[in-house]
């Protein structure tokens, strides 16, 4: 076997060069966040002649990715973005479930972390980007504007009981009506475990909205300091919820809830998940795509759920 090497290697600067030196097989690429970069990873893979795999949650990131499908098929490679609980994990639970119904209309689901969790500052960064600002949701079948960290609203999980929520800006949003035509309205939501640091962002998003200052991403680094803070009122505790909504197979309305608890602090392992399988199936030859693409319909839910069977994390449908 062997042994792992450490390059110190910067994205924006001579990584064609790199790659070209090190002659990878496969890139997966975590440094976030994603919102403000362009494809000059994937596309040095591209060139190169690697995979690439990423683990982005912006939006627009990972909806266009598809741009880079015929140079990435040229190339025989496989260039897949977005392999994280969105849209990876909340699609395999839509495609697993879709058998139970005659057609899904409505999806309400979201992500509660963890005080205590493990939180850098990409992931701050990522989430203050869009906060008080607006994207589009899909509600009775039409777009509909709405507002980052906003419309908030108490869900009471199983094991972790009510915790605060509000609109979090994700790759789902702009997918899933293409992938899911049934779709008439979509939420997702994402919220913190301590209330009155969750209500504290949410009085923050309206200085973005009412325009008062442009964005609160560059606050990120202040913001991430002042939070570890506070660890010593929260726990290791973190939860995500999806509420399936539609007709039966004989046209009765239907409701599936999924829910999974993340303890002691092992709610990180559930993004991480789907890069780790889709490069052991890459490496052991087990998908035969080629082309640039989100990861929608690459994982299985089961195998999603046996990946994480090891660690403190446990699962609920209903």
Same mark, same amino acid.
């Given at each position: 076997?062997?042994?792992?090497?450490?390059?110190?290697?910067?994205?924006?600067?001579?990584?064609?060069?790199?790659?070209?030196?090190?002659?990878?097989?496969?890139?997966?690429?975590?440094?976030?966040?994603?919102?403000?970069?362009?494809?000059?990873?994937?596309?040095?893979?591209?060139?190169?002649?690697?995979?690439?795999?990423?683990?982005?949650?912006?939006?627009?990131?990972?909806?266009?990715?598809?741009?880079?499908?015929?140079?990435?098929?040229?190339?025989?490679?496989?260039?897949?973005?977005?392999?994280?609980?969105?849209?990876?994990?909340?699609?395999?639970?839509?495609?697993? @479930?879709? #058998?139970?119904?005659? =057609?899904?209309?409505?999806?309400?689901?979201?992500?509660? %972390?963890?005080?205590? &969790? *493990?939180?850098?500052?990409?992931?701050?960064?990522?989430?203050?980007?869009?906060?008080?600002?607006?994207?589009?949701?899909?509600?009775?079948?039409?777009?509909?504007?709405?507002?980052?960290?906003?419309?908030?609203?108490?869900?009471?999980?199983?094991?972790?009981?009510?915790?605060?929520?509000?609109?979090?800006?994700?790759?789902?949003?702009?997918?899933?009506?293409?992938?899911?035509?049934?779709?008439?309205?979509?939420?997702?939501?994402?919220?913190?475990?301590?209330?009155?640091?969750?209500?504290?962002?949410?009085?923050?998003?309206?200085?973005?909205?009412?325009?008062?200052?442009?964005?609160?991403?560059?606050?990120?680094?202040?913001?991430?300091?002042?939070?570890?803070?506070?660890?010593?009122?929260?726990?290791?505790?973190?939860?995500? @919820?999806? #509420?399936?909504?539609? =007709?039966?197979?004989?046209?009765?309305?239907?409701?599936? %809830?999924?829910?999974? &608890? *993340?303890?002691?602090?092992?709610?990180?392992?559930?993004?991480?998940?789907?890069?780790?399988?889709?490069?052991?199936?890459?490496?052991?030859?087990?998908?035969?795509?080629?082309?640039?693409?989100?990861?929608?319909?690459?994982?299985?839910?089961?195998?999603?759920?046996?990946?994480?069977?090891?660690?403190?994390?446990?699962?609920?449908?209903?």
């Amino acid at each position: 076997m062997n042994e792992a090497a450490a390059l110190a290697i910067d994205i924006n600067n001579g990584f064609l060069e790199s790659l070209q030196k090190i002659k990878v097989d496969i890139v997966i690429h975590t440094s976030g966040p994603f919102q403000a970069q362009d494809y000059t990873v994937a596309k040095a893979c591209i060139i190169q002649g690697c995979h690439y795999i990423d683990l982005a949650d912006g939006r627009s990131f990972v909806e266009n990715i598809t741009s880079l499908d015929r140079l990435a098929k040229k190339q025989d490679v496989l260039i897949i973005s977005g392999a994280s609980t969105v849209p990876c994990l909340t699609s395999s639970l839509i495609n697993h @479930y879709q #058998k139970d119904f005659s =057609k899904i209309t409505s999806l309400d689901y979201g992500i509660t %972390t963890a005080q205590k &969790t *493990a939180r850098g500052l990409a992931t701050t960064a990522a989430i203050l980007g869009y906060t008080g600002k607006k994207f589009t949701t899909l509600v009775d079948g039409k777009p509909r504007k709405i507002y980052g960290w906003q419309d908030l609203y108490t869900y009471k999980f199983k094991n972790l009981g009510r915790r605060l929520l509000g609109n979090c800006d994700v790759p789902d949003l702009a997918l899933f009506p293409k992938y899911y035509p049934d779709l008439k309205n979509i939420r997702f939501s994402a919220g913190l475990e301590i209330p009155f640091i969750h209500i504290i962002l949410w009085l923050l998003s309206w200085l973005v909205r009412l325009k008062l200052i442009k964005s609160l991403e560059k606050y990120a680094p202040l913001l991430l300091r002042l939070s570890f803070l506070f660890d010593w009122l929260g726990t290791s505790n973190s939860a995500f @919820y999806m #509420k399936l909504r539609g =007709k039966s197979k004989k046209g009765q309305d239907k409701t599936i %809830t999924f829910e999974l &608890t *993340a303890c002691s602090g092992d709610g990180p392992y559930i993004p991480s998940i789907p890069v780790i399988l889709l490069a052991r199936k890459l490496a052991n030859i087990e998908i035969s795509t080629r082309g640039a693409m989100s990861s929608i319909g690459l994982i299985t839910r089961d195998e999603y759920l046996l990946a994480l069977k090891d660690m403190d994390i446990s699962w609920s449908e209903e």
